[in-house]
């Protein structure tokens, strides 16, 4: 077995555009403990700036869903493509 | 013969003088006229050796004449060759200049439509990054301004569901 930040991380650092309910948080959990294969603690960070969606880092493994990311990437995309 | 001297004529005078008159003859004819025919013949000589001479004289100076009008005519052909030669010659330097200079003109129009259709592009590329960044910055602020609290939660399901799923 490798050892790896990912491994083991025990907390899911957790950034939302919007406070996430009770609801969505157990949500969350059991979906990053489907991914990661056991349970994860979450600390949430509310920051509009990603504008929607969410941004999920464990370990070294960074999920990013958010509303941001999305738009940076298709800009570098288009910035990309176009040079 | 008293005839003759009744008429005043002395047959022994007059057999005398014909006797000098032929010795006189004999003695000329000695002294004087062969000198002179000979004299006559040595200057009819001088006078056809002169004509020969001058004969000879003018038939080189037609000669002379003649080589120097054909020395005329190749120095004419020659000078004709020579005006020939560098009439093309300047001929074959005009158009080589000609040609360079084209060339010269063709190179900076090629130079001058790349360094149009360089700048073409740099301008494009910055009119296209321009419009991304500034469509970047409106979709911002249209989500930000649109998205109310029930879209954010749909968002934010969506992204559960989607990492539950191991599509993130």
Redesign the interface.
Request: proline share 0%.
């Given at each position: 077995m490798t050892w790896t930040a990912e491994s083991l991380a025990t907390t899911a650092r957790v950034t939302s555009a919007v406070p996430l309910t009770a609801e969505e948080q157990a949500r969350l959990r059991a979906s990053l403990g489907r991914r990661f294969g056991r349970e994860l603690a979450l600390t949430i960070t509310v920051n509009p700036r990603i504008l929607g969606g969410l941004i999920v880092q464990v370990g070294d493994v960074v999920i990013d869903g958010s509303l941001a990311g999305k738009l940076d990437t298709l800009q570098e995309r288009l910035l990309r493509e176009g040079g | 013969m008293d005839v003759l001297q009744n008429l005043g004529i002395n047959i022994p005078l007059l057999f005398s003088q014909c006797v000098n008159f032929g010795l006189l003859f004999l003695l000329l004819s000695a002294l004087l006229y062969r000198p002179v025919n000979r004299m006559l013949a040595e200057r009819q000589a001088r006078i056809a050796e002169g004509l020969e001479k001058a004969k000879i004289a003018d038939q080189r100076a037609a000669e002379a004449e003649q080589a120097y009008q054909e020395r005329i005519e190749q120095a004419r052909r020659e000078g004709q060759t020579i005006i020939a030669q560098a009439t093309e010659t300047a001929e074959k330097s005009r158009q080589e200049i000609l040609a360079q200079a084209k060339e010269e003109v063709a190179l900076l129009k090629q130079r001058a439509r790349e360094e149009l259709d360089l700048e073409r592009r740099r301008v494009q590329?910055e009119l296209?990054?321009e419009a991304?960044?500034l469509a970047?910055a409106m979709?911002?602020k249209v989500?930000?301004e649109t998205?109310g609290?029930a879209?954010?939660?749909q968002?934010?399901?969506?992204?559960?569901?989607?990492?539950?799923e191991?599509q993130?």
């Open positions: - | 590329a296209r990054d991304v960044h970047a979709a911002r989500l930000t998205l609290e879209e954010q939660h968002l934010v399901d969506r992204v559960i569901r989607r990492i539950g191991g993130l």
